[in-house]
C-alpha cells in the first residue's frame, strides 16, 4: 500500500440511513486529524477558570472550591502559536474532543514569538504576536482548557539589554540567567510585562490575574546543573564572576584554606585542593562537574575529584535556592502571580530537584523514550541521528517511565511531566501510549503534557509530532478517558526513598536500579537533615539510597542495608552503617562464605549472581530475630534479617541489583503485596492493585480494570483478558476498550475499542548502521524524514483478527499493521479503517467469503444500516 485513505462507516441501527457527518482520523486529509470516533470533550468542562486559581495542597493541586485537578495536556510551540485565528480555533477543539484539558504554550520569546528580534534590544514585544498568545488562551479559556506558560524559554539577550558579551551566552542565557544580577532583572522585566502590564485583549484579565493560567514556569532545561559542563569554560566575565561566586560560597563554609584541604582530604590521605590554590586570594578553581571523571578533558579531569565536586553540588543548590526564591518573591509580592510555579531543570540530578523542592510549588520533569541522539561529532538536530528502536514495554532501566519518573519525584510537591513522549521512529510508541497513561494514573501524576502538536498544511510523522501521527494521536483521547477518567486506580502503597546531606551532595550518577518498584507501587524521593529520617503515615516503606552509611529510619517498615559506606563528602568511609549500631552488630568482610537462601532474598534453588559482600553473625542474629536470611551454620554467618517488631528487613550489604527484589520482599512481609520472585526475575512486574501487568520479558503490557482493559506490545500468541476484552490472532501494537458510560466493559452499552499499531512517512529511509549491529542501542539510524503522505503499513491478511468481550464476538479484520476503531453506543456501533480494501465485520468471521465488508478505496464516508447481530 503506497498511502493510506481514510473510510469511516456509521451504522446507526434503526436510524434515517441519512449521512452523518464523520470525524476525519486520516491525517492526509486534514492539517487536523481527530484523536478519535468518539467525542471525549465530555472530560474537558468549559470554560476553564470557573473553579477560581490552582493552589497547591500538600503533594497534588487544588482548586479554590477544595477539589482536586488534574491536566491532561498538550503542548504546542514556536511557531505553531502564530497560525491563523481559525487554525488556533479549530486547534483547541480538537484538543477538547481529544480530551486534553491544559495546553502548554512554549517557546514563544525566540524566533516566530513575541519578542521583536529586529529591535536593538530584547526587551519589546511584536503586539501581533502578543495579541496571536492573548487568542490562544482566550480559546483555551473558552473551550475549557487550562493554560501552562513558561518565562525563560529561549530568549536571546543582547548587548543593548546591557548585558555584556551577550552573543556568547547562547539561546536562553544557560546557566548563566541563574546567577548574573543583570540578567535576572531582565528576566523579572520581561515578567513583569507579561504577566501584569499586559492585558488580554479578549478577556480584559492581565495574565496575573486570570484564572485560566494555572502553572508558570520560571526557566525551561536551564541552570547550573543542567548546564554543568561549561562550568569552567564559561566567556567573560561570567567566568570570573562564577569563580568569585564560587571562592565567596567556599569562604563561607570554610574559615582558612587549611580547612578547606583537610575537608577535601580522602580516608587515603589524598586532597582534592592543590597547593597552588588559596581560599583567602580567591583562587580555588571550580569543579569539573560530571559523574564520569575519566571522560572529561586531560585539562579538566584534576578538577573533578570527589570532594570537589560535592561541594560544587552544594555551591550549586544554593545559588539555585536564592534565584528560586529571588523570582518567586518578585513574582508573589511585586507581580501579585498566585498560580504554582517551577522551574524545569535535570531531574535526575537530586541536588537540582531538593534545591528546586525546598523553594518552589511543584516539580517538572520530562519523559522521553528512544529521544534521538547523534554521535561522533555530528551536528544535532541534523541527519543522520539514531534510535535504538527498542520495544519500550521490555525496558525496566533508568531510560523507562516507571523508573525515570521515580527518581524526579519529591514527596510533598505535585508532580507534573511537562513534557513526554515516545518518539518516532521507535515501533513501538503507541502501546507506550498506553503506558504513559496507565501508570500517570497509577502514580497520581498532577499533570501529564505530550509534546508536541506542530502544525503543517501536510502529514507527515516527526520525532515528536504527534498531529499526524496515527499510533500516538490515535491513542491521545484513549489516554485521556484512562488518566482523566480514573479508570486506573492509585498505588495502595507509597515507598519512599530518603536522601540525607551525604547521599544528596555526593556527586556521583543518582539513578539505583530500586526505581523499578515503580512499576509496583509509587516510589518518590525526600530529603533530610541530619542523622534521623522519620516518615509520615503515609509511608508504606523506606528504602534509602544505599550511596552512605549515613541515617537511622523511623515512622514506617523500612529496607535497611549497606551500600556505599561514604560517611561525609570528603569520601572518607566508615566501617559499617550507622543503622547496625542500633542492633549491636558487626559487619564482616572477609572470607565471606556461601549462603543459603529460603525465600527472602532469594529462593531455595536460586544462586546469588555475586556472593554478598559482607556478614553478619549468625549466632548474634539469632539473639534478636528468629528469622535470619541467607545463613551459612558452619560460619555462624548470615546476610540479614527480619525484625518483625520495627517491620523491618536488614542486612549489612546489598549489591544494587539486590535491592529491588529486596524492596519487595518487604512491601509482600509488611504490606501485604503479592510478589512472585520468578516474574520480578525476569523483570515481569504485578501493579500493588492488580490492574497492570507489565511483563518485560516478553515486552508486553496488560490492563485489567473494570471500565478498561488493553493489551500492548508484543501480542503473538495472546489470548487476551479471561472474561473480557479477548483477541485471536494479534501480532503486535495496542487494542484497548474503554467504558464510556460508568459502567464495567463486561456490562457496558457505550464503548470503544480501538487498536494502532505504526505509521510511517512513505519516503522516509531508516537503515541500520553497521558500526550497531551488534550494540543494543544506536543501531538504527534515520538518514531521511520523508515528507509523506503517513502510512500504517495495513494490508490483507489471514487469518484475521478476532476481538471479543467477554466472550462475545465483537469484530473481525483481516488486517496486518494499520489502524482502526469500533465505537457501540447502545445498539448503534460505529467502525474506521485506514486501509482501504481490507476485509472485516463486525462479529465472527463470517463462514462464507462473500459475505464480508470490504474498506472503501474512494475515501469517502458512507452511512450503512443492518440489523445488529445477535450474539
Not at 479578549?202 to 493560567?213: C, H, R
Not at 569552567?232 to 563561607?252: D, G, I, Q, V
Not at 520530562?366 to 561529532?377: E, K, L, R, T
Request: a positive charge; glycine letters at 8%; one cysteine or more.
Amino acid at each position: 500500500m503506497k498511502f493510506f485513505l481514510s473510510l469511516f462507516l456509521a451504522l446507526a441501527i434503526g436510524g434515517s440511513g441519512c449521512a452523518q457527518p464523520a470525524p476525519i482520523l486520516d491525517p492526509n486529509k486534514t492539517p487536523y486529524p481527530r484523536a478519535s470516533l468518539h467525542d471525549f470533550s465530555n472530560l474537558v468542562p468549559a470554560p476553564a477558570g470557573a473553579k477560581g486559581f490552582l493552589t497547591t495542597k500538600g503533594e497534588h493541586f487544588y482548586w479554590a472550591d477544595g477539589s482536586r485537578a488534574k491536566f491532561w495536556g498538550i503542548n504546542v510551540a514556536n511557531t505553531s502559536l502564530q497560525e491563523s485565528d481559525a487554525d488556533i480555533e479549530a486547534m483547541v477543539k480538537n484538543f477538547r474532543a481529544a480530551g486534553f484539558n491544559l495546553v502548554r504554550l512554549h517557546h514563544f520569546d525566540e524566533r516566530g514569538g513575541i519578542i521583536d528580534l529586529d529591535a536593538p534590544d530584547s526587551r519589546q514585544f511584536v503586539a501581533a504576536r502578543l495579541k496571536k498568545l492573548d487568542f490562544w488562551i482566550a480559546k483555551a479559556r473558552e473551550n475549557g482548557l487550562y493554560v501552562y506558560l513558561d518565562l525563560l524559554d529561549y530568549r536571546r539577550f543582547k548587548e543593548g539589554d546591557g548585558v555584556a558579551n551577550a552573543e556568547a551566552i547562547g539561546r536562553s542565557a544557560k546557566p548563566y540567567a541563574a546567577f548574573d544580577p543583570k540578567l535576572i532583572e531582565l528576566q523579572k522585566e520581561y515578567a513583569r510585562k507579561l504577566m501584569r502590564e499586559h492585558v488580554n485583549s479578549y478577556t480584559g484579565l492581565a495574565y496575573a490575574d486570570d484564572p485560566a493560567i494555572v502553572m508558570l514556569e520560571i526557566y525551561d532545561e536551564n541552570g547550573l546543573f543542567m548546564r554543568r559542563g561549561l562550568w569552567r569554560s564559561m566567556p567573560e566575565p561570567y567566568a570570573t564572576n562564577f569563580k568569585r561566586l564560587w571562592n565567596e560560597w567556599l569562604r563561607s563554609k570554610y574559615p582558612t584554606t587549611s580547612a578547606l584541604r583537610a575537608a577535601w582530604t580522602d580516608g587515603s590521605g589524598k586532597s582534592a585542593l592543590f597547593a597552588r590554590e588559596n581560599l583567602e586570594n580567591g583562587t580555588v578553581e571550580l569543579p569539573a562537574m560530571t559523574w564520569t571523571p575519566n571522560q572529561v578533558s586531560a585539562a579538566d579531569r584534576p578538577y573533578s575529584l570527589l570532594a570537589r565536586r560535592n561541594d560544587g553540588a552544594r555551591f550549586a543548590y544554593d545559588v539555585h535556592r536564592r534565584y528560586f526564591r529571588e523570582m518567586k518573591a518578585y513574582l508573589r509580592n511585586d507581580l501579585g502571580v498566585r498560580i504554582p510555579l517551577c522551574v524545569t531543570g535535570r531531574y535526575d540530578d537530586l541536588p537540582d530537584l531538593s534545591s528546586q523542592a525546598a523553594e518552589l510549588d511543584f516539580i517538572g520533569c520530562n519523559f522521553y523514550y528512544d529521544h534521538p541522539y547523534w554521535g561522533g561529532g555530528l551536528p544535532q538536530w541534523k541527519l543522520p541521528s539514531y534510535f535504538h528502536n527498542k520495544n519500550p514495554l521490555s525496558d525496566v532501566a533508568e531510560t523507562s517511565m516507571a523508573a525515570a519518573t521515580g527518581l524526579a519525584r519529591v514527596k510533598g510537591k505535585p508532580f507534573v511531566v511537562r513534557e513526554w513522549n515516545y518518539c518516532w521512529p521507535n515501533q513501538g510508541r503507541g502501546a507506550g501510549m498506553l503506558e504513559a497513561a496507565a501508570f500517570a494514573a497509577f502514580h497520581d501524576v498532577d499533570a501529564m503534557i505530550l509534546f508536541v502538536y506542530e502544525t503543517s498544511k501536510t502529514a507527515r510523522v516527526g520525532y515528536f509530532n504527534v498531529r499526524s501521527d496515527p499510533a500516538r494521536w490515535g491513542m491521545a483521547a484513549i489516554g485521556a478517558q484512562i488518566y482523566l477518567g480514573g479508570l486506573i486506580a492509585p498505588a495502595r502503597h507509597k515507598v519512599v526513598v530518603p536522601y540525607g546531606t551525604v547521599d544528596t551532595f555526593t556527586y556521583t550518577k543518582y539513578h539505583n536500579p530500586l526505581y523499578a518498584l515503580g512499576w509496583t507501587t509509587r516510589i518518590e524521593n525526600d530529603f533530610f537533615e541530619g542523622q534521623t529520617y522519620i516518615a509520615d503515615r503515609g509511608t508504606d516503606l523506606i528504602v534509602p539510597p544505599g550511596r552512605s552509611s549515613v541515617g537511622r529510619y523511623a515512622g514506617a517498615p523500612a529496607l535497611l542495608y549497606g551500600g556505599v559506606l561514604t560517611k561525609d563528602l570528603s569520601g572518607k568511609s566508615a566501617a559499617q552503617p550507622d543503622f547496625l549500631s542500633s542492633y549491636r552488630l558487626n559487619l564482616r568482610r572477609n572470607n565471606v562464605p556461601v549462603l543459603r537462601y529460603d525465600g527472602l532474598l532469594f529462593d531455595a534453588l536460586q544462586a546469588p549472581a555475586t556472593p554478598a559482600a559482607s556478614v553478619l553473625p549468625l549466632s548474634a542474629v539469632r539473639a534478636i530475630s528468629s528469622r535470619p536470611i541467607g545463613v551459612n551454620e558452619s560460619a555462624n554467618a548470615a546476610h540479614g534479617f527480619v525484625d518483625d517488631a520495627q517491620k523491618r528487613l536488614v542486612f549489612g550489604s546489598l549489591h544494587r541489583d539486590e535491592v529491588l527484589g529486596a524492596a519487595l520482599d518487604a512491601l509482600r512481609r509488611f504490606g501485604g503485596v503479592p510478589n512472585d520472585p520468578s516474574k520480578v526475575a525476569r523483570n515481569a512486574f504485578y501493579s500493588d492493585t492488580r490492574q497492570i501487568f507489565r511483563d518485560a520479558a516478553n515486552g508486553r503490557l496488560i490492563l485489567n480494570a473494570p471500565q478498561v482493559q488493553a493489551l500492548g506490545g508484543n501480542l503473538s500468541g495472546v489470548k487476551g483478558i479471561a472474561g473480557g476484552l479477548g483477541v485471536k490472532n494479534a501480532r503486535n501494537g495496542a487494542i484497548v476498550a474503554v467504558s464510556l458510560d460508568g459502567l464495567p466493559l463486561v456490562r457496558s452499552r457505550r464503548y470503544v475499542i480501538k487498536m494502532v499499531t505504526d505509521a510511517r512517512n512513505l519516503d522516509e529511509i531508516v537503515v541500520r548502521d553497521p558500526r550497531f549491529i551488534r550494540s543494543p542501542n544506536g543501531q538504527w539510524m534515520l538518514t531521511q524524514f520523508g515528507k509523506g503522505p503517513v502510512s500504517t503499513s495495513g494490508k490483507n491478511t489471514a487469518p484475521p483478527l478476532q476481538i471479543f468481550l467477554a466472550g462475545k464476538p465483537q469484530l473481525s479484520v483481516a488486517m496486518t499493521g494499520g489502524s482502526w476503531e469500533m465505537v457501540v453506543d447502545g445498539d448503534s456501533r460505529r467502525f474506521y479503517c485506514d486501509t482501504p480494501g481490507v476485509k472485516w465485520t463486525f462479529g465472527a468471521p463470517p463462514q462464507s467469503g462473500a459475505l464480508w465488508k470490504t474498506v472503501s478505496a474512494s475515501g469517502h464516508f458512507q452511512d450503512l444500516q443492518s440489523k445488529r447481530e445477535k450474539n
